[in-house]
């Protein structure tokens, strides 16, 4: 295998791992909305993932990590496209990013404005976010 094959498939499997990392994250917020923490298991996260509880452990640890995985990707997602969009001045533009985001993964805004808030393990990194929602607001109307 020559160089240039070996760098595809590493780039391949790079690709393909962040895929699936990204599909367990939204079928976990789908069940995390639909039971809340307490109530979902790492089976409910499996099975709404499409894996196994096995193959979840080889992304995850533990249901904490895939929570808190979810609101830091999230908060990453509203961080950059407030960065790309940071030159708009109207408050529709500058809501724009956020609601797209809002609509690409509304699983995850739900559990991060409804329900991170609520739970005291979370409410931190929620509030955190909802800081920076804050001020990506504030800069639009600027």
């Known amino acids: 295998m020559g160089d240039s094959e070996i760098k595809l498939s590493k780039t391949h499997t790079k690709l393909q791992r962040e ?3 990204e599909s367990i994250l ?16 790492l089976d409910d996260i499996a099975r709404e993932a499409g894996i196994s509880r096995a193959f979840l452990y080889r992304h995850f640890d533990s249901k904490k990590e ?3 995985a979810i609101i830091e990707d999230f908060g990453d997602r509203m961080h ?5 969009s ?7 533009d ?6 797209a985001i809002a609509q690409s993964e509304p699983d995850a805004f739900r559990l991060l404005f409804r329900h991170a808030v609520r ?3 979370f409410r931190v990194h929620a509030e955190a976010l909802h800081l920076l929602r ?3 607001i504030e800069n639009g109307l600027k």
């Open 94 to 99: 500058s809501l724009g990013p956020l609601i």
């Open 119 to 121: 739970g005291p393990a």
């Open 86 to 92: 940071h030159n708009e001045r109207s408050l529709k």
């Open 19 to 21: 895929e699936r990392r």
């Open 26 to 41: 939204r079928g976990a917020a789908k069940a995390f909305v639909a039971n809340g923490y307490d109530a979902t298991t």
């Open 134 to 136: 804050q001020t990506f």
């Open 80 to 84: 950059h496209d407030r960065s790309s």
């Open 66 to 68: 895939i929570y808190l």
